[in-house]
Every structure is written in structure tokens, then in C-alpha cells.
């Protein structure tokens, strides 16, 4: 039988205390559901901090990786994935959920929420990697990526920051949020620990539960992949320093960067016109060799720089490295379209090393290019990205931007005043996979208020410690008025975990 979970009552107060009279929080009265989250114990810590604030929490699991982190008080799904739409919408109608979370709106559990909530009149909220990484996660209202709507709010945001003479950074208990951050520190470590967990976790309960929700192949099957990887970052690492070496010397400013991404990840897959990375290869390919072949003949077009001695360097995903090897397509390809001696493929080189030494980068629609516009070199992005602005990248043809890669360097006052409302909309500081030290929130990210404030327009501090004293009242979503009244239709496929 479905329940509700439990409210957790802050320490000092009783059961009677009315938490919504003096200390509020945009999430206090608020029905909150979770779905799928990061790897690690990020949406369990986050369902304590909300419920500390008075927030009624929910959660479904969909395999045993999910239930080992959030093992107790939550539903469990094991139907198949034509039923969950219907589940889903059934468990919001009775419990009168006003906000719905979860990571990463790609997935195949998360592809119906969107438009769900949209007509149920609840807020959609979506975690995903950092924009800004390492130190930051991002946090938006009805999508990320290419479904992002921070390019709408930009102009509003860039327009008032335009009036403020003076414009002072908002500030709270860990310093000025748009202005500076507290660093999260490496760790990798930290979510490879949690990610081996989920997905040992998740093949053990292969039988109990339905992985073919998840998005990616549960089974001890991908651990060879995994070791293979880790070896062929020590291979690599030896057996091309002289590549990295010739990039940063008599190569620098002479080769354009092309970042691969992992070939099933959803800027490809949804958020990309190719269908595969390979695609990507063969269109980068193919455009650079028709640019060359039109200089051989007819010279540098006026404005241009030449390139007949520049090379394309495509580099690896490094958490691709143990599941694709694109050496043999690339060296096909090269040879295809008569640029041997011009393609480099590489794996693990320092990165910002190589932005800095770039003449340009090609990308799909990588985070990459945030780092390579902050280290000035010119961008081209051949996907949907929400960086892809005027002033910031090349928004021309590809087969113009080899030529004029100089004239698109990124404009750095534009650069600074994009990154602080990137910070201010969409980002939080912090990590799914490695506390911040000195925060007090069990999730470990510095959230002060902002999710509230994305989701509905007037969240205050969710800080469980420090509250503020005067507080106006929290906006509630407008909901169909049969809701209420509407019966579930199915509830197949839901269980209760206590």
C-alpha cells in the first residue's frame, strides 16, 4: 500500500511548533517527489534538508542501486515503461505533489515528467553535472541542456544587471554567490566509489527489479570496460607525451581542437543533429578538407587566415576511453577525405593546456566549450548549446570558421556577465559526489534558497540552521481544480519499501 513519508521535525522544535509562522522556506508545505538521482547519497541528504523545512518528501526507486541509497521511506517501480506514465500521473494526482525532481531529464523514467507537470500545474525541477565544473551542479526549472530555458531568462537578467549601475553581488552565509564559491576539490574518486556501489547494488537486484528502465546496461558485463579504461589511461599517457609535446610547440595555434563526447550521452543522442559521434568525425572531416581543397584552389578567402598547415585534433572522452575506440573510423576517414598526416587522435592531455595552445574548437555541444571560452579561444558549435551566443562563438558556417577562427574570439566583458547569470540561474555550489566543508546542509551543497527561487520565483534560505525571521509567504502553483477529485487509474508495478 502507498504511504506518505514522514516529516522530519528540525531539532528544537516540537511536533506542535508551526514552522511556517515565523521561520519559512519556499518548500515549507510543499509536496515534494523524487525520482532517479546522482549516484551517492546527494537525494537522501537533500530529502532530509527539505523535510527539516517542512516539506512533505516522496521518492520512487527503480532498481537496487536507487534502494541502496535511499533505502528506507520510498515507493518502488518495477513495472515496465509503458505503465510508468500512467503511474506516475496517478501517484501526483493523489498525493497532491507540487514539485517534482529529479537527474537528468533524458532519461528514460524522466522523458513523460515534463510535459506531465506541465498540465498537473506542479514545478519541474532538474539536477544534472555542472555547467561550471568542478565546483558547481546545476539546477533548473523544466530542463537542462538543450531543453534549458536559460537563454530566455538571459536577456531579463542581463537587462536589469544593465540598469544597476552598481550592482551588488547577493550574498549569504557562505559569501557572495555570484561572485565567488567555495571549492569542491577532486572527486573523482569520491563518485567512482558511488557509481561501482550503485551498479554492483543494481546487478545483485537485477532480479527483483526492472533495469531495463535505466539508461545504461547494468551488468557486471561493463566492468572489463571499465578496467580497460584505467589501463589505457596509463597507456596513453606514455604512449602519446610526444603528441602533447609537438601541440603546445611547433603546433601551437596551428590545430583545431574537436572534443568527443560519450557516444550515448543525451547531448548526442537528443540534444544533437548526429546520430552518432561518428557522424560528428565525418562532418568535421569532411567540412576541413573541402576548406582546404578551396584555398589549394582559389586561395584564402579576404579576411581569412590560412590553413594549409594547420591539423584537426579530435580528443577522447575520458569516460569513454574503456567503451570506444575511434583510432580505426578516424584513420579511414582521414585517408577518405585526403587529409593523412593532418588528423590527430588523443585521449588524456591537459586540457586547459591544449584550449589555451587551440587555434579554435569544434564541438558538438560539450561544457567544454565554457572552459574554452574562459581560456579565449574561439568556439564553433555544430549542436545546441545554451553558450551558442553572439559575441561569445563563431556563428557562422563551419566551413567559414577555419579561415576566420581569429575573428571569433570570445568577448570577455560578454564572457564575464553570461558566466554570473549562468551562476545566478542555473548553477549551485557544490558536488552530488563530495561535500563542501563548512555547509550545513546534509546534501553538502551550498542550496541558499535558490531552488525555491528557480521553481517558483520566492524561495528564501532552505538552511536548516540559520532561517530568516521575516519571511513572506511562499508562492503556490496554481493546480486543475478536478485534481484534487481524480481518482488514480492504475497503480500496477508500486510497492512500498519501509
Known amino acids: 500500500m502507498l504511504h506518505d513519508a514522514s516529516i522530519e521535525i528540525p531539532s528544537g522544535l516540537t511536533a506542535r511548533s508551526p514552522v511556517r ?16 538521482g546522482p549516484v551517492g547519497p ?49 501517484f501526483i494526482i493523489k498525493h497532491l505533489i507540487d514539485a517534482v525532481l529529479l537527474f537528468g531529464d533524458c532519461r528514460p523514467v524522466h522523458g513523460c515528467v515534463r510535459s506531465m507537470t506541465e498540465r498537473l500545474g506542479c514545478a519541474f525541477g532538474v539536477f544534472e553535472e555542472g555547467y561550471l565544473r568542478p565546483d558547481h551542479i546545476t539546477f533548473e526549472p523544466m530542463g537542462v541542456n538543450g531543453h534549458s530555458h536559460f537563454e530566455k531568462r538571459l536577456a531579463i537578467w542581463l537587462k536589469q544587471r544593465t540598469q544597476q549601475e552598481d550592482v551588488l553581488p547577493r550574498s549569504h552565509s557562505n559569501g557572495p554567490a555570484t561572485e565567488s564559491w567555495k571549492k569542491v576539490g577532486n572527486s573523482f574518486w569520491h563518485s567512482a566509489m558511488w557509481g561501482m556501489l550503485y551498479f ?20 557486471v558485463r561493463d566492468a572489463p ?21 609537438r601541440l603546445l610547440g611547433d603546433l601551437r595555434k596551428k590545430f583545431f581542437l574537436a572534443p568527443l563526447q560519450v557516444y550515448n ?73 585526403g587529409l593523412q598526416g593532418k588528423v590527430f587522435y588523443i585521449h588524456d592531455q591537459h586540457l586547459p593546456s591544449l584550449l589555451k595552445s587551440a587555434k579554435g574548437v569544434v564541438l558538438v555541444n560539450s561544457t567544454t566549450g565554457l572552459s574554452a571560452l574562459g581560456h579565449g579561444a574561439p568556439v564553433k558549435v555544430c549542436g545546441n548549446a545554451l553558450y551558442d551566443l553572439e559575441g561569445l562563438t563563431y556563428q557562422g558556417k563551419m566551413r567559414d570558421f577555419w579561415f576566420r577562427a581569429h575573428q571569433a574570439v570570445p568577448d570577455q566583458e560578454m564572457l564575464s556577465r553570461f558566466r554570473k547569470a549562468l551562476i545566478e540561474c542555473t548553477q549551485i555550489n557544490g558536488s552530488f559526489y563530495r561535500r563542501l566543508s563548512a555547509v550545513s546542509w546534509r546534501c553538502g551543497a551550498a542550496l541558499d534558497g535558490q531552488m525555491a527561487q528557480r521553481l517558483w520565483g520566492g524561495g528564501l534560505s532552505v538552511d536548516p540552521v540559520l532561517w530568516p525571521e521575516e519571511a513572506a509567504e511562499p508562492v503556490f502553483v496554481s493546480r486543475p481544480a478536478n485534481q484534487k477529485d481524480a481518482m488514480p487509474s492504475m497503480l500496477q508495478g508500486v510497492a512500498s519499501v519501509e
Open 21 to 36: 509562522m515565523k521561520n519559512k522556506s519556499g518548500f515549507a508545505s510543499k509536496r515534494v517527489l523524487l525520482l532517479q
Open 42 to 90: 546527494f537525494f537522501w541528504n537533500l530529502a532530509k534538508d527539505l523535510r527539516s523545512v517542512g516539506a512533505t518528501v516522496f521518492k520512487f526507486n527503480f532498481n537496487a542501486g536507487d534502494w541502496l541509497f535511499y533505502p528506507r521511506k520510498a515507493h518502488s517501480f518495477r513495472g515496465e515503461l509503458t505503465q510508468w506514465p500512467e503511474v506516475l500521473e496517478a
Open 200 to 219: 554492483f547494488a543494481a546487478w545483485l537486484g537485477q532480479w527483483f527489479w526492472n533495469n531495463a528502465l535505466h539508461h545504461r546496461s547494468m551488468t
Open 225 to 245: 570496460w571499465w578496467w580497460l579504461s584505467y589501463l589505457r589511461k596509463f597507456w596513453y599517457r606514455r604512449t602519446e607525451k610526444e603528441i602533447e609535446e
Open 265 to 337: 550521452d543525451a547531448q548526442i543522442v537528443v540534444h544533437s543533429n548526429y546520430d552518432f559521434v561518428t557522424d560528428f568525425i565525418n562532418h568535421v572531416l569532411h567540412s576541413f578538407s573541402r576548406a582546404q581543397a578551396l584555398e589549394r584552389t582559389n586561395g584564402v578567402p579576404e579576411g581569412g587566415k590560412s590553413i594549409a598547415e594547420d591539423v584537426v585534433v579530435f580528443k577522447h572522452h575520458p569516460m569513454d576511453r574503456g567503451h570506444r575506440n575511434y583510432a580505426n573510423i578516424i584513420y579511414l576517414l582521414a585517408r577518405r577525405h
